[in-house]
């Protein structure tokens, strides 16, 4: 371990020193390359935030350039990236469609988990530690598809804010990062919207004013086929299948965000806002079988016949008004009332008659529920007293409604046994904040905050502290020097008993005997802007997590009800690492090349006595992505990704044959799985009508190469009753396709 972080150190202390000498070299051309100094700078950000006219036009206009390096290196916090609209456009797609949570996967720091899934790793973190905002709104669940979709409609997203350290004290619910998207008000003045149809979904998009220059609407609507692909597909199945079985199956999601915005004046601005979005799967298989059995004599004549259906369904409701209004030239505030909702609904049955002269009719119907619902008061204060002060100050408080719950029904020749459980719990969260980012010598910045939490459940009154603190110094012209230190915690538990993001998954509150989650983080880096529109940063973060629970139970699809608080084991975590970013841009291209080098550990005295690997632990990370608009007809895009592979628990040797238990096991994640690496190409065709519309046609390739990636592996025996493993891969090459239209 010391070794490790001398390690870490001496390589963060090696690039500190580079990165430092490089900028001290080249003052003069950090000046003439147009590097922009802002004294004020919540002001000149948006002063050089360019329209999204703009950003459609060009990969990086002069604007784009100058104004994301500045507000990079003039906030104080650590781990900060923010996303514009033109990283969606010209980011990396799967599925010719654009995606938020892709995006942020590309990220260092950051393992994505399963292929193809939208899990967040962030810093070791467990991926139901991270906290989604939706214009200010938590959202519960992110994905559609098992993830191959997230919930965000980027036609509607203006930016996100994504922090994995140094998070400011008005954030806080989830211990590992933030992931904070802002959407558009509709256009006050012209109508306007946005077409697509893709491989398997399609968007449509289209706002415009209600009251010209007071009152606009932004509203899109987006739906997938599948379930009208499946149809002639299912059809065929069942047509060339001549064993008695008769498949079935239809799956959809869709999502609405809608919103209505109303100006007062410029600085009093009234917005009501709604998303909606739903999963539903539905599978089943029929089977009829006619036998002969033949035995003493006789020949007996079989017919059996088995059911089985699966029906799904998920998603969220949310729901918020939100008032917006400058009380005085320095001094603003936001107040916000939402609802946010998610819901989970399983149902599975089988049912198996048999006839041979007695019948025998068995059945099993269970039905799983999930609900969580929150209520919720928000006040934000942003007070400018100085110059040299920007504070920000407030206080929420949200109405926690957790239920799940489980009603098994299973019947065997007429005599049925019936088994139900639920939870309801109640949860009041209340929290205060207070942050102050102060300048001094215009060369450093500090930004100071608290935040203290209340949360009250079934009698039990948990109280925690937040201490929040940054720091930044610019060491020289175009460098600049970042720490911070942050305390979260985590009052909601995802119940899970598999390592899978699915709707069997329940959200559950704190109680007495399931203390809250909590993680304390150190980070640092060096931020530079280097002559010729490049840019390093490099950082190093240690981080601690303590309350993690992970499940302890015999398997089993859905987690327990009545037993969860003593079916969980509890442990601890850890997570360090250096992170690197290196970049370049001009009017054509853009590059970026991301660098990972992380450990993330595990320990739980009830499983295993020392530290052991977590299974996301990918010692090396690397990605490589390009953009280069050709003309302005076509640009491109690729983008190679590899990581070290992930861990799982396998045997290691078999002792007395036959038995129950006869497989031994070394530590947990004792196996590492094989490198993961993949290549990403796209291109998009643009052209205008003379009526001023603007066609776009998008192809790609997921996985050029068709490398076949191990999403798991089976364990066999051999005839001599050794073990071997097997890697089975899912997702081979990929292509697809997709048609834009703006009008």
Request: with cysteine; net charge neutral.
């Amino acid at each position: 371990m010391n070794r490790v972080l001398r390690a870490v150190l001496g390589a963060f202390l090696y690039f500190f020193s580079i990165t430092v000498c490089i900028a001290s070299a080249s003052q003069t051309a950090l000046a003439s390359a147009g590097v922009l100094q802002v004294e004020e700078k919540r002001d000149s950000l948006q002063a050089t935030k360019p329209s999204v006219v703009e950003k459609q036009d060009s990969i990086v206009e002069a604007k784009i350039s100058a104004g994301k390096y500045v507000e990079e290196a003039t906030r104080s916090q650590t781990g900060h990236k923010r996303l514009e609209e033109v990283d969606f456009i010209y980011g990396n797609v799967v599925f010719s469609s654009p995606d938020l949570i892709k995006a942020i996967q590309n990220l260092p720091g950051v393992n994505s988990g399963t292929e193809l899934m939208s899990g967040l790793y962030v810093h070791g973190g467990e991926g139901s530690d991270n906290l989604f905002l939706l214009d200010g709104v938590p959202m519960y669940q992110i994905s559609h598809l098992g993830g191959l979709f997230s919930s965000f409609n980027t036609d509607v997203v203006e930016h996100l804010d994504f922090y994995k350290s140094g998070f400011p004290a008005r954030y806080g619910g989830r211990m590992s990062s933030v992931v904070d998207v802002t959407t558009r008000n509709g256009d006050f003045n012209e109508y306007k919207g946005t077409f697509m149809i893709g491989l398997i979904d399609g968007r449509l998009q289209f706002e415009g004013p209600i009251v010209r220059g007071k009152t606009s609407f932004n509203v899109a609507v987006r739906r997938s086929w599948l379930d009208a692909v499946l149809v002639p597909v299912i059809a065929l199945a069942n047509r060339n299948n001549t064993e008695g079985e008769t498949i079935g199956g239809t799956y959809a999601f869709y999502d609405i965000n809608a919103s209505v915005a109303h100006k007062f004046s410029d600085d009093n601005i009234l917005s009501l806002k709604f998303y909606h979005g739903r999963d539903k799967l539905k599978l089943k298989l029929d089977t009829q079988q006619t036998s002969s059995v033949y035995g003493e004599g006789e020949t007996k004549t079989v017919h059996d016949t088995t059911n089985l259906h699966t029906d799904v369904a998920w998603g969220n409701t949310l729901a918020s008004l939100d008032w917006k209004y400058r009380i005085r030239d320095n001094l603003k505030m936001r107040t916000m009332l939402y609802y946010t909702g998610s819901s989970a609904d399983v149902r599975y049955f089988w049912r198996n008659k048999e006839f041979d002269g007695v019948m025998t009719d068995n059945s099993v119907d269970e039905t799983n529920y999930s609900r969580i619902n929150d209520v919720a008061l928000n006040a934000d204060f942003s007070w400018l007293p100085h110059s040299t002060h920007d504070v920000r100050f407030g206080a929420s408080y949200q109405f926690h409604i957790y239920r799940p719950s489980r009603q098994s029904l299973a019947t065997s020749n007429g005599v049925q046994d019936e088994q139900s459980s639920s939870l309801h719990y109640l949860g009041n969260e209340f929290s205060l904040y207070a942050e102050d980012e102060m300048t001094f010598w215009e060369r450093m910045s500090l930004n100071l905050g608290l935040r203290y939490a209340m949360y009250g459940v079934s009698g039990k009154v948990w109280n925690r502290v937040e201490p929040r603190a940054a720091l930044s110094v610019e060491c020289c012209n175009g460098v600049d020097f970042k720490v911070s230190y942050t305390e979260m915690n985590q009052f909601a538990h995802l119940i899970s008993t598999t390592y899978l993001d699915i709707p069997t998954n329940c959200w559950l509150p704190s109680t007495s005997k399931i203390a809250p989650m909590h993680s304390r983080q150190v980070a640092g880096g060096i931020y530079c802007r280097l002559p010729h529109n490049f840019r390093l940063n490099v950082e190093g973060w240690y981080k601690t997590m303590d309350n993690i629970l992970e499940y302890s139970g015999a398997n089993s699809l859905f987690p327990p009800l009545d037993t969860w608080e003593s079916s969980f084991n509890k442990g601890k975590g850890r997570s360090y690492g250096l992170e690197t970013e290196f970049g370049w841009r001009s009017g054509k291209v853009a590059l970026t090349a991301y660098y990972t080098l992380s450990w993330s550990q595990r320990k739980f005295d009830d499983i295993w006595t020392d530290w052991y690997s977590h299974r996301h632990d990918n010692r090396h990370k690397f990605t490589i992505m390009g953009n280069w608009k050709v003309s302005n007809v076509v640009d491109l895009y690729a983008s190679w990704n590899y990581n070290s592979g992930g861990w799982m628990t396998v045997a290691t040797h078999i002792y007395n044959p036959g038995e129950v238990f006869d497989r031994i096991y070394t530590k947990p994640n004792n196996v590492n799985l094989p490198d993961y690496h993949r290549l990403d190409l796209g291109a998009n065709f643009r052209w205008s009508s003379k009526k001023g519309l603007k066609h776009i046609w998008n192809i790609g390739i997921y996985n050029a190469y068709c490398r076949k990636n191990v999403v798991f592996v089976a364990v066999n025996e051999r005839d001599d009753k050794s073990l071997y493993g097997t890697g089975r891969a899912i997702f081979p090459i990929i292509p697809s396709f997709s048609y834009t239209l703006k009008f």
